[in-house]
């Protein structure tokens, strides 16, 4: 009896059947849409804001969304007491301006808020997928009232 050696078959390097989609970043269109809300919380009727950390005077849409605690700290990134409108050239140019983003902290939420987010930064935080789209749509419904409460 003869034996006829069959080839074996050639496995594809890619399943073409499953088409990979690409995973919007949620964390890029959060930081997008918190960015928004922190500048329009902070903005007055006119749509100014102040900076945080020097007292500047500038347009909600050309300020920054600040972080005191750096936004490498997840537990603190989203944090609304971390995040404030801030001035380009301190948030860019100035480091943050921390020495004057904490005095300005302090007069906004009271000295307790420095230890508040200095023990927050610490703690272990990841947000799943459904966490993002939870806050995303928090955010967004947030920002249009804000829009439509300032009509600006
Ligand atoms: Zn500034």
């Known amino acids: 009896m003869a034996y006829i050696k069959r080839k ?3 496995q594809p390097l890619f399943d073409n059947k499953v088409i990979v989609k690409k995973k919007p970043n949620l964390k890029a269109k959060l930081d997008r849409i918190f960015s928004e809300y922190i500048r329009l919380r902070d903005a007055n009727p006119q749509g100014y804001t102040v900076c945080i950390s020097c007292g500047k005077i500038v347009p909600w849409k ?19 007491k971390n995040c404030n409108s801030q001035c380009r050239s301190c948030n860019r140019f100035d480091e943050g301006n921390n020495i004057g983003y904490m005095r300005g902290l302090i007069k906004k939420y009271g000295q307790a808020v420095i230890e508040e987010l200095e023990i927050l930064k610490h703690q272990h935080s990841h947000l799943s997928d459904f966490d993002y789209k939870v806050l995303i749509d928090l955010y967004t419904q947030k920002v249009k009232q804000l829009h ?3 009509g600006i």
């Open 8 to 10: 074996p078959k050639k």
């Open 62 to 80: 050309e300020s920054d969304c600040g972080h005191f605690i750096n936004r490498s700290h997840m537990a603190t990134r989203f944090n609304e």
């Open 148 to 150: 439509e409460d300032k």
